[in-house]
């Protein structure tokens, strides 16, 4: 959908051009959607995490040009 053809694109522009070592999501627990937005472009599951008031699953996506 276009959630994802846009977040493969800030993804890929957040590596390739500026250059970022780390990109990270956060999401809703209970945002089932979002979470897989997030796994179908390659960030991964790392962690909960205290956001907002409430908790948020953390995702995290390495720059492959720098590892």
Do not use: C
């Amino acid at each position: 959908g276009y959630a994802t053809e846009m977040s493969k694109e800030l993804l890929k522009h957040g590596f390739e051009k500026t250059g970022l070592d780390k990109i990270v999501g956060a999401t809703r627990f209970d945002n089932i959607a979002s979470q897989r937005v997030l796994e179908k472009i390659g960030l991964k599951y790392a962690r909960v995490q205290y956001v907002y008031n409430t908790d948020a699953w953390i995702y995290e996506g390495f720059n492959p040009a720098k590892q």
